[in-house]
């Protein structure tokens, strides 16, 4: 909604996840390019997209956002910046501000922390960096702000905030975790993978509940002057 994704907009999703962005946008009547990294991914979202018979409207590529040629009305992105790298984070938003066709919208929507708590925790390394998110930082919004001002023509226009929810959705996901665990335990998923998974879950949950991590759906339209 918030990147004005209707009719005819051609729609740039950078991160596919399982595809369930592009099916939206697509039945929107949108020409969607999502592109991703995982071949997985990129496995599993065409054979949604087909099964929603809206494949004459979308393109699940494997492709790096840097290689990625054309012009879009609408890019969207959810919760990929996390994993870029801050040493890629001007590259990030550089692609985006080259593909973003004037008057459109870029909307990214980020984990989120406290400039100062990013500024002394981005060179540490715990637990969630040795186990779930290898080479992942979470930024803040002042950095955000500070990079895409730099480097970019992109500005930030809205905020939208949501980090309590977040809290809830955590608590439910671990909670349908530990309740269907016999369902997936099995070769590879043994106790030690149902105890980091419970604890991550948790961990997040109590992140987010306390303000220590928020989670936002940032716009940006471009700076024409």
Do not use: N
């Amino acid at each position: 909604d918030e990147a004005g994704v209707a009719p005819g907009s051609r729609v740039l999703e950078i991160g596919t996840g399982w595809g369930e962005l592009a099916i939206r946008a697509a039945a929107r009547g949108a020409e969607v390019v999502s592109i991703t990294l995982s071949a997985e991914q990129q496995q599993l979202a065409r054979e949604r997209v087909s099964a929603a018979g809206l494949s004459d409207r979308v393109d699940i590529r494997l492709q790096d956002y840097r290689d990625v040629a054309g012009e879009f009305d609408a890019i969207v992105s959810i919760e990929m910046i996390e994993a870029v790298g801050e040493e890629f984070w001007p590259d990030y938003f550089r692609a985006i501000d080259r593909l973003l066709a004037p008057g459109g919208r870029a909307v990214i929507q980020a984990i989120l922390m406290d400039h100062q708590r990013l500024l002394a925790t981005r060179h540490s390394h715990g637990w969630i960096q040795e186990y779930i998110f290898p080479g992942g930082l979470i930024p803040s919004l002042r950095a955000i702000d500070l990079v895409t001002g730099t480097h970019t023509h992109l500005r930030r226009r809205a905020t939208f905030s949501f980090g309590p929810h977040y809290a809830e959705t955590l608590r439910r996901w671990r909670e349908r975790f530990l309740a269907t665990y016999d369902a997936i335990a099995g070769p590879g998923f043994d106790d030690q993978f149902k105890r980091r998974w419970e604890f991550y879950l948790a961990y997040c949950e109590a992140g987010f509940a306390a303000g220590y991590l928020d989670v936002a759906q940032l716009t940006f339209g471009k700076d024409q002057s």
